[in-house]
């Protein structure tokens, strides 16, 4: 660990270079541009809010910020853990040239990827001024699942970027497991009244973070057991992460 954190401050203008370049090649050749960021979860909110609000979100007349929050806590989830996934073998020929502490390139990735994220909340903030949404103290508590989910998102991709070097075709695995993510996490129903099955949302960290989250919109208080349950499932994930990709950098030169 303090090998790690030596790292961190040695090779700090080099991790800020590639967050940088991330960010643009991520929005290299879009028009818009970052503009996007702010847009994208726009127009999926307002699809969703169509399709599923007459189904799902009946009489509620905050459905399309309950849609919206757990929407674009998923999509840093979703977003970060793919980037991280491919950011070894994508750097591979760098690897071979210059040394570069290796975690270099997934916690870059997941790092970009959450400064997108925190930018793509002033939609949040807009529509929830639009409908109304009233502020509360419980808001500043939102920045417990923020950070809580960027533990969850590093740990995630460092064991994703590890194992991706290893066996390729987890990249599309992964695909499907977000898909299956997505769907036990509420972002488009509620979960009162599910009784079958309920384990799922209990023990769904993710869940768990998006859950505090809209808690703190709606000025409502932490619930305890989502907050505790995510942060130490998120914290001992991280862990593991770290350990597990420390061990095995040393052979991603052999199979990139």
């Given at each position: ?16 270079e590639l967050i940088k370049k991330d960010i643009k090649l991520k929005y290299r050749n879009s028009v818009l ?49 793919k980037a991280a996934l491919k950011s070894v073998r994508a750097n591979g020929s760098m690897l071979a040239k ?127 057991y989502h907050l505790w349950f995510s942060f130490g499932f998120s914290a001992v994930l991280l862990a593991v ?16």
């Amino acid at each position: 660990m303090k090998q790690l954190i030596k790292n961190l401050r040695k090779y700090k203008d080099l991790l800020y270079e590639l967050i940088k370049k991330d960010i643009k090649l991520k929005y290299r050749n879009s028009v818009l541009g970052l503009l996007w960021t702010l847009l994208e979860p726009l127009l999926t909110m307002i699809v969703l809010t169509l399709v599923f609000q007459e189904l799902l979100g009946r009489g509620d007349e905050m459905y399309p910020v309950y849609v919206l929050s757990g929407r674009l806590l998923f999509s840093f989830f979703s977003g970060g853990t793919k980037a991280a996934l491919k950011s070894v073998r994508a750097n591979g020929s760098m690897l071979a040239k210059v040394y570069v502490p290796k975690y270099m390139y997934p916690m870059a990735s997941i790092i970009s990827n959450y400064i997108i994220f925190l930018l793509s909340l002033i939609v949040l903030v807009a529509v929830g001024a639009v409908m109304h949404v009233k502020p509360t103290v419980y808001m500043f508590e939102g920045l417990i699942p923020l950070l809580i989910i960027a533990m969850l998102t590093m740990g995630a991709g460092l064991i994703l970027a590890t194992f991706n070097v290893f066996f390729r075709d987890l990249e599309y695995l992964w695909g499907v497991a977000l898909m299956l993510i997505m769907y036990t996490c509420a972002i488009f129903y509620k979960t009162d009244g599910i009784t079958r099955h309920a384990w799922i949302f209990r023990y769904n960290p993710l869940y768990s973070v998006i859950v505090n989250f809209r808690n703190a919109i709606f000025g409502e208080p932490l619930d305890m057991y989502h907050l505790w349950f995510s942060f130490g499932f998120s914290a001992v994930l991280l862990a593991v992460g770290i350990i597990v990709f420390w061990k095995k950098q040393d052979d991603f030169i052999l199979y990139v």
